[in-house]
């Protein structure tokens, strides 16, 4: 049986764990930034307005937790609908392309489009922004060559199964 339900999984893994590393490298270990910043250098003026953006940093974790607790849904679903063939390649493919569409898309929104944080604000942040959508549009780009190249074999291989189970005139058919 052909089917992407493992693509579709690792793309939403890929979101959430892209989620994940932006909240808890960037927003906790780093210190860079919140999802809201309130000053030009995204420094908190006072303890409640850090409370405040910790809060807000806590709800988007929650939001990629849950994002990636539908991936392994998604993959534990995939698993019992038996997949064909599982790819690492695939899955780390789809992944790898999630995080970056993850990358990309909250680089536009929140950076770009709203303005609400910088990935380092100050006197370098468009740079680190056009460096964050860039290794978004990177990932998204080897993640896709990843997954393509791990389908194509796949599809060549449904195709031999097909080929195999098909009665023995319906090569004929379909020879070119």
Known sequence: MCDNTLIKAG??????????????VLH????????????????PLSIQQLEHQNMQDGFFLLITWIVSLTGVVMLF???????SDWSARGLFGAMLAGWGLFNFIEG????QILGIHHVLPGNHQLLCDILYLTLGLVCIYVGMRMTTSSRKQLLRQCSCEIYQLSPPYLHLITRK
């Open 77 to 83: 679903h995939a698993a019992r609908h038996q997949v």
């Open 28 to 43: 906790q270990i780093l210190g860079w930034h919140h999802v809201v910043c309130n000053t030009l250098d995204c420094q």
């Open 11 to 24: 793309i939403v893994l890929g979101l959430g764990f892209g989620g994940f590393a932006d909240g808890i």
């Open 108 to 111: 536009m929104i929140n950076h």
